[in-house]
C-alpha cells in the first residue's frame, strides 16, 4: 500500500474570507437563534401539556437560560409575558 504525502497547506485570507457571505451569516443567525429557543419552547410546551406550576417551570427554564446566555433568557421572558396575558 502506498501512502501519498498530502498537499501542503497555505493559509490564504482572502480565500479564507471568500467563503463567507450573506447567505451563510443568516442561516448562522437563524441558527443560533433556534439553538437559544428551541430548549425554553420545549419546556414551556411540556410544562403547559402536564399544568406545571410557575416555580416547576422556572426549576426546568433557569438552568436552560444559564447555558444560553441573554438571548434565551429575553426569549424566556417575552413568552412568559405572552402567555400570562
Known amino acids: 500500500m502506498t501512502l501519498e504525502r498530502p498537499p501542503r497547506f497555505t493559509f490564504d485570507r482572502a480565500r479564507l474570507l471568500s467563503g463567507f457571505g450573506g447567505v451563510?451569516?443568516?442561516n448562522a443567525i437563524?441558527?443560533?437563534l433556534f439553538s437559544a429557543s428551541a430548549p425554553v419552547a420545549i419546556?414551556?410546551?411540556a410544562s403547559r401539556q402536564g399544568?406545571?406550576?410557575e416555580a416547576d417551570i422556572a426549576s426546568w427554564a433557569v438552568p436552560s437560560g444559564d447555558s444560553r446566555g441573554s438571548i434565551q433568557s429575553w426569549i424566556t421572558s417575552f413568552v412568559e409575558?405572552?402567555?400570562n396575558d
Do not use: G, K, N, Q
Request: charged residues 0%; glycine residues 0%.
Open 30 to 32: 437563524v441558527a443560533f
Open 43 to 45: 419546556i414551556l410546551t
Open 51 to 53: 399544568s406545571l406550576t
Open 81 to 83: 409575558t405572552s402567555l
Open 24 to 26: 451563510y451569516l443568516a
